[in-house]
């Protein structure tokens, strides 16, 4: 199966109201699980407050920035290699093109690309996170 076409099944299943779905083909196994709710906890009384993925995303896009979005479904990493520095960090200056995270699916790495020169202003995930398609991940401030 091609990426576009692993693209293209990706956003179906994220458009659709399924949560879970598998694909199988000779030697490929494709496992599409879907998270309709993130719950974040609370700093002060360690709370726990559902919020869905769409009441989030709204939050960091009424932020000033562009939003740059995750391309497919996989494990998000920050850095090239566990033990190296990574590709950002909150007051970067980023370059069109530039290269600021990675994300695994199906054990190819995915090269995630600003698409705009400014300044890294928020990092919204975390290094290891599972991360939908679409999910926010990072905010840049456009110069």
């Known amino acids: 199966m091609e990426l576009n076409n692993i693209e293209k099944l990706i956003k179906a299943v994220s458009d659709s109201s399924i949560t879970n779905f598998v694909y ?53 990493y920050s850095a090239p290699g566990p033990e190296e520095e990574a590709f950002v960090k909150i007051g ?8 600021i995270g990675i994300i695994e699916a199906m054990k190819l790495m995915n090269e995630i690309e600003c698409d705009c020169d400014g300044v890294v202003e928020e990092i919204l995930v975390k290094d290891g996170d599972m991360v939908e398609y679409g999910q926010p991940l990072f905010r840049i401030k456009e110069v």
């Open 24 to 76: 199988e083909e000779e030697n490929i196994k494709l496992v599409l699980e879907k998270n309709t709710q993130t719950q974040i906890v609370s700093a002060v009384g360690a709370t726990p407050i559902v919020a869905t993925e769409a009441q989030i995303s709204k939050q960091s896009i009424e932020k000033e920035g562009k939003i740059i979005s995750s391309i497919l479904v996989g494990v998000f």
């Open 92 to 99: 970067d200056t980023v370059k069109k093109g530039q290269i």
